[in-house]
Protein backbone atom coordinates (compact mmCIF):
# COMPACT_ATOMS: atom_id res chain seq x y z
CA UNK A 1 0.00 0.00 0.00
CA UNK A 2 1.20 3.50 -0.41
CA UNK A 3 1.94 5.42 2.19
CA UNK A 4 2.11 8.84 1.07
CA UNK A 5 2.90 10.70 4.65
CA UNK A 6 5.37 7.42 5.61
CA UNK A 7 8.45 9.26 7.55
CA UNK A 8 6.16 12.09 8.98
CA UNK A 9 5.43 11.47 13.17
CA UNK A 10 2.29 12.93 15.18
CA UNK A 11 2.40 13.66 18.21
CA UNK A 12 -1.44 12.85 19.31
CA UNK A 13 -2.78 14.81 22.69
CA UNK A 14 -6.46 14.16 22.67
CA UNK A 15 -9.24 12.96 23.51
CA UNK A 16 -12.83 11.41 22.20
CA UNK A 17 -13.41 11.86 18.62
CA UNK A 18 -12.63 15.08 16.57
CA UNK A 19 -8.88 15.30 16.80
CA UNK A 20 -7.98 11.84 17.05
CA UNK A 21 -9.94 11.16 13.88
CA UNK A 22 -7.49 13.35 12.39
CA UNK A 23 -4.73 10.91 13.65
CA UNK A 24 -6.59 8.26 12.40
CA UNK A 25 -6.88 9.76 9.17
CA UNK A 26 -2.82 10.74 8.48
CA UNK A 27 -1.64 7.32 10.40
CA UNK A 28 -4.05 5.33 7.23
CA UNK A 29 -2.03 7.83 5.37
CA UNK A 30 1.62 6.14 6.59
CA UNK A 31 2.21 8.12 9.32
CA UNK A 32 3.50 7.21 12.85
CA UNK A 33 0.77 8.36 15.08
CA UNK A 34 1.80 8.67 18.64
CA UNK A 35 -1.19 8.64 20.67
CA UNK A 36 -0.03 10.31 23.94
CA UNK A 37 -2.66 9.09 27.09
CA UNK A 38 -2.59 9.85 30.96
CA UNK A 39 -0.98 6.66 32.46
CA UNK A 40 -3.82 5.68 34.40
CA UNK A 41 -7.33 6.83 32.47
CA UNK A 42 -6.09 6.58 29.23
CA UNK A 43 -8.47 8.72 26.87
CA UNK A 44 -11.70 9.43 28.64
CA UNK A 45 -13.71 7.60 25.59
CA UNK A 46 -12.39 4.57 26.51
CA UNK A 47 -14.47 4.41 29.75
CA UNK A 48 -17.92 4.65 27.57
CA UNK A 49 -20.15 2.37 28.46
CA UNK A 50 -23.13 3.35 25.76
CA UNK A 51 -23.43 5.22 22.44
CA UNK A 52 -26.76 6.14 21.60
CA UNK A 53 -28.59 3.97 23.88
CA UNK A 54 -26.56 1.14 22.31
CA UNK A 55 -24.48 -0.83 25.25
CA UNK A 56 -20.26 -0.86 24.36
CA UNK A 57 -18.11 -4.05 24.78
CA UNK A 58 -14.71 -2.26 26.36
CA UNK A 59 -12.90 -5.03 24.49
CA UNK A 60 -14.73 -4.32 21.21
CA UNK A 61 -15.04 -0.63 21.51
CA UNK A 62 -16.13 1.38 18.08
CA UNK A 63 -15.48 5.05 19.39
CA UNK A 64 -11.77 4.06 19.90
CA UNK A 65 -11.27 1.70 16.98
CA UNK A 66 -12.80 4.06 14.55
CA UNK A 67 -10.58 7.06 15.16
CA UNK A 68 -7.48 5.47 16.94
CA UNK A 69 -6.37 2.64 14.85
CA UNK A 70 -3.36 2.42 13.07
CA UNK A 71 -1.87 4.33 16.06
CA UNK A 72 0.67 3.75 18.76
CA UNK A 73 -0.22 4.97 22.37
CA UNK A 74 2.26 5.77 25.26
CA UNK A 75 1.12 6.76 28.43
CA UNK A 76 2.61 10.15 29.70
CA UNK A 77 1.09 12.45 32.81
CA UNK A 78 1.73 15.54 31.02
CA UNK A 79 0.45 17.25 34.52
CA UNK A 80 4.16 16.90 35.55
CA UNK A 81 7.44 18.21 35.02
CA UNK A 82 8.98 14.97 34.12
CA UNK A 83 6.25 13.67 32.15
CA UNK A 84 6.40 17.39 30.25
CA UNK A 85 9.93 16.81 29.49
CA UNK A 86 9.23 13.33 27.71
CA UNK A 87 6.56 15.18 26.11
CA UNK A 88 8.99 17.74 24.58
CA UNK A 89 11.30 14.62 23.71
CA UNK A 90 8.79 13.13 21.40
CA UNK A 91 8.12 16.90 20.00
CA UNK A 92 11.58 17.02 19.19
CA UNK A 93 11.21 13.96 17.11
CA UNK A 94 7.82 14.79 15.44
CA UNK A 95 6.78 16.92 12.67
CA UNK A 96 3.18 17.72 13.87
CA UNK A 97 1.76 18.46 17.09
CA UNK A 98 -2.10 17.40 17.62
CA UNK A 99 -4.62 18.02 20.21
CA UNK A 100 -7.67 19.59 21.30
CA UNK A 101 -7.31 20.55 24.95
CA UNK A 102 -8.80 23.89 26.11
CA UNK A 103 -6.38 26.65 26.30
CA UNK A 104 -6.16 26.54 30.04
CA UNK A 105 -5.84 23.16 29.98
CA UNK A 106 -2.76 23.76 27.34
CA UNK A 107 -1.43 26.46 29.36
CA UNK A 108 -1.50 24.70 32.73
CA UNK A 109 0.20 21.90 31.00
CA UNK A 110 2.89 23.49 29.31
CA UNK A 111 1.81 22.15 25.93
CA UNK A 112 0.55 25.28 24.36
CA UNK A 113 2.54 26.64 21.36
CA UNK A 114 4.83 28.57 22.76
CA UNK A 115 5.76 25.36 24.68
CA UNK A 116 6.01 22.88 21.65
CA UNK A 117 7.50 25.34 19.86
CA UNK A 118 10.30 25.77 21.99
CA UNK A 119 11.26 22.50 22.07
CA UNK A 120 10.85 22.18 18.12
CA UNK A 121 10.63 25.37 16.38
CA UNK A 122 9.45 23.54 12.93
CA UNK A 123 6.30 21.54 14.40
CA UNK A 124 3.33 22.30 12.63
CA UNK A 125 0.58 22.94 15.44
CA UNK A 126 -2.67 21.63 14.64
CA UNK A 127 -5.30 22.56 17.08
CA UNK A 128 -9.69 21.18 17.00
CA UNK A 129 -11.73 23.15 19.22
CA UNK A 130 -15.71 23.51 19.42
CA UNK A 131 -15.75 27.07 18.59
CA UNK A 132 -12.44 28.07 17.18
CA UNK A 133 -9.75 29.43 18.73
CA UNK A 134 -10.13 33.31 18.32
CA UNK A 135 -13.45 35.42 19.92
CA UNK A 136 -14.91 34.99 23.41
CA UNK A 137 -15.72 31.97 23.51
CA UNK A 138 -12.65 30.07 22.38
CA UNK A 139 -12.33 28.79 26.18
CA UNK A 140 -15.64 27.21 25.57
CA UNK A 141 -15.51 23.32 25.18
CA UNK A 142 -18.36 21.29 23.28
CA UNK A 143 -19.57 18.12 21.50
CA UNK A 144 -20.61 17.79 18.11
CA UNK A 145 -23.93 17.42 19.80
CA UNK A 146 -23.89 20.22 20.62
CA UNK A 147 -21.50 22.70 17.84
CA UNK A 148 -21.55 20.89 14.85
CA UNK A 149 -25.81 19.53 15.32
CA UNK A 150 -27.09 22.35 17.43
CA UNK A 151 -25.52 25.40 17.75
CA UNK A 152 -25.03 25.17 13.45
CA UNK A 153 -28.21 25.33 12.50
CA UNK A 154 -27.49 21.44 10.84
CA UNK A 155 -30.20 19.94 13.34
CA UNK A 156 -32.71 22.67 12.71
CA UNK A 157 -32.40 22.04 8.74
CA UNK A 158 -32.98 18.53 9.25
CA UNK A 159 -35.55 18.84 11.46
CA UNK A 160 -39.60 19.04 9.85
CA UNK A 161 -41.49 22.38 11.05
CA UNK A 162 -44.19 19.99 11.55
CA UNK A 163 -42.49 18.09 14.02
CA UNK A 164 -42.89 20.80 17.02
CA UNK A 165 -39.54 19.45 18.65
CA UNK A 166 -36.11 19.23 17.57
CA UNK A 167 -34.34 16.08 16.13
CA UNK A 168 -31.94 14.39 18.27
CA UNK A 169 -28.50 13.64 16.53
CA UNK A 170 -28.87 10.45 15.25
CA UNK A 171 -25.54 9.61 14.71
CA UNK A 172 -22.54 9.55 17.74
CA UNK A 173 -19.31 11.50 16.57
CA UNK A 174 -20.93 12.67 13.17
CA UNK A 175 -19.49 16.18 13.04
CA UNK A 176 -16.09 14.65 14.97
CA UNK A 177 -15.57 12.52 12.15
CA UNK A 178 -16.05 14.77 8.87
CA UNK A 179 -14.01 17.28 10.90
CA UNK A 180 -11.00 15.21 11.78
CA UNK A 181 -11.00 15.01 7.86
CA UNK A 182 -10.06 18.89 7.48
CA UNK A 183 -7.79 18.63 9.83
CA UNK A 184 -5.78 15.93 8.19
CA UNK A 185 -6.16 17.66 4.95
CA UNK A 186 -5.21 20.82 6.24
CA UNK A 187 -2.08 19.59 8.34
CA UNK A 188 -1.01 17.58 5.08
CA UNK A 189 -1.20 21.43 3.29
CA UNK A 190 0.79 23.04 6.40
CA UNK A 191 3.41 19.92 6.12
CA UNK A 192 3.82 20.87 1.70
CA UNK A 193 3.78 24.28 2.84
CA UNK A 194 6.62 24.01 5.57
CA UNK A 195 8.82 21.18 2.63
CA UNK A 196 8.32 24.73 0.35
CA UNK A 197 9.05 27.28 2.32
CA UNK A 198 10.32 26.25 5.58
CA UNK A 199 8.04 27.47 7.62
CA UNK A 200 5.68 25.81 10.35
CA UNK A 201 2.26 26.51 10.63
CA UNK A 202 -0.59 26.59 13.18
CA UNK A 203 -4.00 25.35 12.42
CA UNK A 204 -7.40 25.50 13.04
CA UNK A 205 -10.60 23.48 12.39
CA UNK A 206 -14.04 23.96 14.59
CA UNK A 207 -16.82 21.71 14.65
CA UNK A 208 -18.88 24.90 13.92
CA UNK A 209 -16.97 25.39 10.86
CA UNK A 210 -16.90 22.22 9.70
CA UNK A 211 -20.70 21.99 9.97
CA UNK A 212 -20.99 25.35 8.70
CA UNK A 213 -18.93 24.23 5.04
CA UNK A 214 -20.90 20.71 5.00
CA UNK A 215 -24.09 23.10 4.99
CA UNK A 216 -22.29 25.89 2.78
CA UNK A 217 -25.10 26.15 0.13
CA UNK A 218 -27.81 26.69 2.71
CA UNK A 219 -26.47 28.96 4.36
CA UNK A 220 -24.62 31.30 1.56
CA UNK A 221 -28.45 31.10 0.19
CA UNK A 222 -29.80 32.10 4.02
CA UNK A 223 -27.16 35.12 4.48
CA UNK A 224 -28.41 36.58 0.68
CA UNK A 225 -32.20 35.83 0.74
CA UNK A 226 -33.10 35.10 4.23
CA UNK A 227 -34.33 32.23 3.29
CA UNK A 228 -33.22 28.50 3.82
CA UNK A 229 -34.12 24.75 2.71
CA UNK A 230 -35.40 22.65 5.89
CA UNK A 231 -36.26 19.08 5.97
CA UNK A 232 -40.04 18.05 4.98
CA UNK A 233 -42.34 15.33 6.59
CA UNK A 234 -41.51 12.20 5.19
CA UNK A 235 -44.17 10.78 2.39
CA UNK A 236 -43.94 8.56 -0.26
CA UNK A 237 -43.90 10.80 -2.98
CA UNK A 238 -41.89 13.33 -5.19
CA UNK A 239 -40.98 16.69 -4.86
CA UNK A 240 -43.60 19.70 -5.78
CA UNK A 241 -41.52 20.39 -9.13
CA UNK A 242 -40.21 17.20 -10.11
CA UNK A 243 -41.65 13.70 -9.27
CA UNK A 244 -38.18 12.37 -10.31
CA UNK A 245 -36.74 13.67 -6.98
CA UNK A 246 -38.33 11.93 -3.84
CA UNK A 247 -38.81 8.76 -1.69
CA UNK A 248 -41.33 6.22 -2.97
CA UNK A 249 -42.20 3.18 -0.45
CA UNK A 250 -42.29 0.30 -2.52
CA UNK A 251 -45.07 -3.01 -1.71
CA UNK A 252 -42.99 -4.54 1.60
CA UNK A 253 -42.06 -0.92 3.46
CA UNK A 254 -38.54 -0.53 1.75
CA UNK A 255 -37.66 2.87 0.28
CA UNK A 256 -36.29 3.82 -3.60
CA UNK A 257 -34.90 7.14 -3.54
CA UNK A 258 -34.80 9.16 -7.08
CA UNK A 259 -32.77 11.88 -7.85
CA UNK A 260 -33.34 12.71 -11.13
CA UNK A 261 -32.42 16.44 -10.37
CA UNK A 262 -32.48 17.03 -14.65
CA UNK A 263 -35.18 15.18 -16.38
CA UNK A 264 -34.36 16.18 -19.53
CA UNK A 265 -33.41 12.78 -21.29
CA UNK A 266 -34.39 10.84 -19.05
CA UNK A 267 -38.23 10.99 -19.36
CA UNK A 268 -39.10 8.16 -21.59
CA UNK A 269 -36.25 5.69 -19.86
CA UNK A 270 -37.28 6.08 -16.44
CA UNK A 271 -41.34 5.94 -17.01
CA UNK A 272 -40.09 2.51 -18.84
CA UNK A 273 -38.17 1.47 -15.98
CA UNK A 274 -40.88 2.24 -13.57
CA UNK A 275 -43.20 0.11 -15.64
CA UNK A 276 -45.37 2.76 -17.00
CA UNK A 277 -44.04 3.30 -20.43
CA UNK A 278 -47.20 4.98 -21.58
CA UNK A 279 -46.93 7.87 -18.74
CA UNK A 280 -43.63 9.01 -21.60
CA UNK A 281 -46.45 9.61 -24.09
CA UNK A 282 -48.93 11.48 -21.95
CA UNK A 283 -48.04 15.26 -23.25
CA UNK A 284 -48.48 16.07 -19.29
CA UNK A 285 -45.75 14.14 -18.92
CA UNK A 286 -43.83 14.13 -22.13
CA UNK A 287 -41.56 16.79 -22.03
CA UNK A 288 -39.59 18.93 -18.79
CA UNK A 289 -41.93 21.64 -18.56
CA UNK A 290 -44.99 20.12 -18.24
CA UNK A 291 -43.79 17.37 -16.42
CA UNK A 292 -42.48 19.61 -13.66
CA UNK A 293 -46.02 21.76 -14.17
CA UNK A 294 -47.93 18.21 -13.42
CA UNK A 295 -45.72 16.76 -10.77
CA UNK A 296 -47.81 15.81 -8.27
CA UNK A 297 -49.72 13.79 -11.01
CA UNK A 298 -46.56 12.15 -12.30
CA UNK A 299 -46.00 11.19 -8.65
CA UNK A 300 -48.73 9.56 -8.16
CA UNK A 301 -48.50 7.44 -10.93
CA UNK A 302 -44.74 6.89 -9.72
CA UNK A 303 -45.85 6.22 -6.19
CA UNK A 304 -48.29 3.52 -7.73
CA UNK A 305 -46.12 1.82 -9.66
CA UNK A 306 -43.25 1.47 -7.16
CA UNK A 307 -45.81 0.37 -4.43
CA UNK A 308 -46.41 -2.54 -6.23
CA UNK A 309 -43.40 -4.23 -6.21
CA UNK A 310 -41.30 -5.00 -3.15
CA UNK A 311 -37.91 -3.37 -2.00
CA UNK A 312 -35.54 -5.99 -3.95
CA UNK A 313 -37.04 -6.35 -6.78
CA UNK A 314 -36.31 -2.78 -7.78
CA UNK A 315 -33.21 -3.00 -6.62
CA UNK A 316 -31.83 -5.13 -9.00
CA UNK A 317 -34.38 -3.68 -11.47
CA UNK A 318 -33.30 -0.41 -11.66
CA UNK A 319 -29.77 -0.78 -11.72
CA UNK A 320 -30.39 -0.59 -16.03
CA UNK A 321 -31.97 2.57 -15.50
CA UNK A 322 -29.86 5.68 -16.60
CA UNK A 323 -31.26 8.24 -14.35
CA UNK A 324 -29.91 8.82 -10.70
CA UNK A 325 -31.58 6.71 -7.96
CA UNK A 326 -30.85 4.61 -4.62
CA UNK A 327 -31.99 2.22 -2.36
CA UNK A 328 -32.82 3.75 1.37
CA UNK A 329 -30.28 1.71 3.54
CA UNK A 330 -29.15 1.34 7.21
CA UNK A 331 -25.83 2.03 8.09
CA UNK A 332 -25.62 -1.63 8.78
CA UNK A 333 -26.89 -2.38 5.12
CA UNK A 334 -24.02 -0.79 3.28
CA UNK A 335 -21.40 -3.26 5.29
CA UNK A 336 -22.92 -6.08 2.81
CA UNK A 337 -23.24 -3.44 -0.15
CA UNK A 338 -21.21 -5.00 -3.48
CA UNK A 339 -20.36 -1.57 -4.64
CA UNK A 340 -18.68 -0.33 -1.04
CA UNK A 341 -17.49 -4.04 -0.70
CA UNK A 342 -15.80 -3.71 -4.28
CA UNK A 343 -14.19 -0.21 -3.32
CA UNK A 344 -12.35 -0.91 -0.15
CA UNK A 345 -14.32 0.87 1.99
CA UNK A 346 -14.62 -1.69 4.80
CA UNK A 347 -10.59 -3.09 6.54
CA UNK A 348 -11.03 -5.68 9.04
CA UNK A 349 -8.11 -5.45 12.42
CA UNK A 350 -7.33 -7.71 14.36
CA UNK A 351 -9.31 -7.44 17.57
CA UNK A 352 -7.65 -6.40 21.06
CA UNK A 353 -9.81 -9.44 22.86
CA UNK A 354 -8.66 -12.07 20.60
CA UNK A 355 -12.01 -13.01 19.05
CA UNK A 356 -13.24 -12.31 15.42
CA UNK A 357 -11.29 -9.57 13.38
CA UNK A 358 -13.30 -5.99 13.84
CA UNK A 359 -14.22 -4.39 11.23
CA UNK A 360 -13.56 -0.34 10.79
CA UNK A 361 -13.98 2.08 7.41
CA UNK A 362 -11.25 3.11 5.43
CA UNK A 363 -11.34 7.10 5.28
CA UNK A 364 -13.12 8.60 2.15
CA UNK A 365 -9.48 9.11 0.55
CA UNK A 366 -8.33 5.96 -1.38
CA UNK A 367 -4.39 6.09 -3.24
CA UNK A 368 -4.02 4.51 -6.51
CA UNK A 369 -7.10 2.20 -5.89
CA UNK A 370 -5.26 0.63 -3.24
CA UNK A 371 -7.25 -1.13 -0.26
CA UNK A 372 -6.20 0.12 3.21
CA UNK A 373 -3.68 -1.57 5.60
CA UNK A 374 -3.90 -0.88 8.70
CA UNK A 375 -3.79 -2.35 12.93
CA UNK A 376 -5.73 -2.29 15.24
CA UNK A 377 -6.47 1.03 17.96
CA UNK A 378 -3.40 0.40 20.69
CA UNK A 379 -4.71 -0.72 24.31
CA UNK A 380 -4.00 2.43 26.50
CA UNK A 381 -0.22 3.21 27.06
CA UNK A 382 0.51 -0.38 24.81
CA UNK A 383 3.75 1.01 23.42
CA UNK A 384 5.17 3.26 26.09
CA UNK A 385 8.23 1.44 26.04
CA UNK A 386 9.32 0.78 22.20
CA UNK A 387 8.60 4.50 21.55
CA UNK A 388 10.57 6.00 24.39
CA UNK A 389 13.18 3.59 23.76
CA UNK A 390 13.56 4.09 20.04
CA UNK A 391 14.29 8.30 21.04
CA UNK A 392 17.45 6.70 22.58
CA UNK A 393 15.78 6.63 26.17
CA UNK A 394 17.82 4.03 28.45
CA UNK A 395 15.78 1.21 30.12
CA UNK A 396 17.14 3.02 33.81
CA UNK A 397 15.36 6.23 33.33
CA UNK A 398 12.21 4.73 31.83
CA UNK A 399 12.26 2.53 35.07
CA UNK A 400 12.70 5.54 37.09
CA UNK A 401 9.93 7.68 35.48
CA UNK A 402 7.11 4.93 35.51
CA UNK A 403 7.92 4.37 39.03
CA UNK A 404 7.30 8.11 39.45
CA UNK A 405 4.13 7.64 37.68
CA UNK A 406 5.41 10.16 35.12
CA UNK A 407 4.82 7.29 32.45
CA UNK A 408 2.67 4.26 32.68
Excluded at 54 to 80: A, C, M, Q, Y
Excluded at 261 to 281: C, K, M, N, W
Excluded at 325 to 330: D, E, L, T, V
Aim: some cysteine; charged content about 20%; hydrophobic content about 40%.
Amino acid sequence: MVKVMDGYRVLEVAQFTFVPAAGAILADWGADVIKVEHPVRGDTQRGFLNMGGVELNPDRHPLIEHPNRGKRSVGIDVSTPAGQEVLYELARASDVFLTNYLPAARQKNKIDVEHIRAANPKIVYARGSAYGDKGPERDVGGYDGTAFWTRSGIGHALTPAELGAPLAQGIPAFGDSIGGMFIAGGISAALLHRERTGEALELDVSLLSTAWWAAGASVTQGMDTGEIMRASMPESGGSPVNPFMGNYQTSDGGTINLCIVSPTGYIRDTFQHLGVPEAADDPRFADVLPLMENAQAAAQIIAKAIGSKPFDYWRQHLKTMKGQWAPFQSLVELAEDEQAIANDMIVEVEAADGGQPFKVVRGPVQFNHEPLETTRAPQASEHTEIVLAELGMDWERIADLKQSGAIA
